[in-house]
């Protein structure tokens, strides 16, 4: 498909696609965060799709004060229903990647969070590496190391050992003073 084809694409459904698509890309983010939260993410694929189309048929009835029309134009209402899914899934990508700020972490969190990874669990490894960049900035010791193994050791996962976070900490020191000297 080309790029003009897409665009008449979007042009032959008009405007309100469009809004819809915006309120289905707002619904689905909230839905996703409150009542669907430990759904698995495959399923979480497809709600922006039925969102897309209950909202188009809820329009539809509205806009043409019938719900037999659609009864009669079913095969229009998923059409535009799976229009208004694909350009709020776009809407979605467009924000993630290009407006949203990425998790408010400063340059020396964000380079702890990519060396943690893996470490802990992947819902903790944001508040770790805050802990850990906030003791190795307040460390005057000497002893960032030990501080970074202690709060790594507390939230690690099982199958990491006492020798994996050892050094993985020294790795964090070395990395972030490398950071701090250019």
């Known amino acids: 498909m080309t790029f003009i084809q897409i665009i008449d694409l979007f042009t032959f459904y008009g405007i309100d696609v469009a809004v819809l698509a915006l309120a ?3 619904l689905t983010q909230v839905l996703k965060i409150t009542v669907f939260k430990k759904v698995q993410k495959k399923i979480l694929t497809f709600i922006p799709f ?3 189309t209950l909202l188009y ?20 209402i998923l059409e ?4 208004i899914g694909s350009l709020a899934t776009l809407l979605y990508v467009l924000y993630e990647q290009f407006i949203r700020k990425k998790n408010g972490l400063s340059e020396t969190e964000q380079v702890v969070s990519a060396l943690i990874e893996g470490y802990v669990p992947a819902d903790s490894v944001e508040k770790v590496a805050k802990e850990v960049s906030e003791a190795i900035l307040k460390d005057v010791t000497g002893n960032g190391a030990k501080l970074c193994e202690e709060i790594i050791a507390a939230s690690a996962t099982e199958e990491i050992n006492e020798r994996d976070i ?3 900490s020294k790795l964090i020191i070395e990395t972030l003073a490398h950071i701090s000297t250019r």
């Open 57 to 76: 048929a809820v329009y539809a009835a509205v806009r043409n004060l019938s719900v037999e029309y659609l009864l009669e134009n079913y095969a229009e």
């Open 80 to 83: 535009h229903g799976l229009a």
């Open 166 to 168: 050892q050094l993985l």
């Open 24 to 26: 289905t890309a707002v």
């Open 50 to 52: 039925t969102i897309g």
